[in-house]
Nanobody, 120 residues
Framework: QVQLVESGGGLVQAGGSLRLSCVASGSIRRIATMGWYRQPPGKKRDLVATITSGGGTSYADAVKGRFTISRDNAKNTVYLQMSSLKPKDTAVYCC??????????????WGQGTQVTVSS
């Protein structure tokens, strides 16, 4: 079993910055792509950014140039540095990971999410 736990959310003023972290733990053999998603109030969940095990990244158009995804493979951790935040960035941010357990079984795992609120 693999668990993902996010941290770093909170309340910030427009134009400010936040850094989210997501740590994977449990019976992990290896982790492939990790990503961040967000779900604004009353809306569907959307992809924010992804990063491969080799460091390749991709971003949603809405966050390009403002958000940076990174990871520390030794710590099984993925980060999301968010800058120039806007009220429309307000959402619950969740991380996910494609991971292989020690049983050799692959699965996609999700964290519970962390709230980010940007005030105007």
């Amino acid at each position: 079993q693999v668990q993902l736990v996010e941290s770093g959310g909170g309340l910030v003023q427009a134009g400010g910055s936040l850094r989210l972290s997501c740590v994977a733990s449990g019976s992990i053999r290896r982790i492939a792509t990790m990503g961040w998603y967000r779900q604004p109030p009353g809306k569907k969940r959307d992809l924010v950014a992804t990063i491969t095990s080799g460091g390749g990244t991709s971003y949603a158009d809405a966050v390009k140039g403002r958000f940076t995804i990174s990871r520390d493979n030794a710590k099984n951790t993925v980060y999301l540095q968010m800058s120039s935040l806007k009220p429309k960035d307000t959402a619950v941010y969740c991380c996910n990971a494609g991971a292989q357990a020690m049983s050799f079984l692959w699965g996609v795992y999700w964290g519970q999410g962390t709230q980010v609120t940007v005030s105007s």
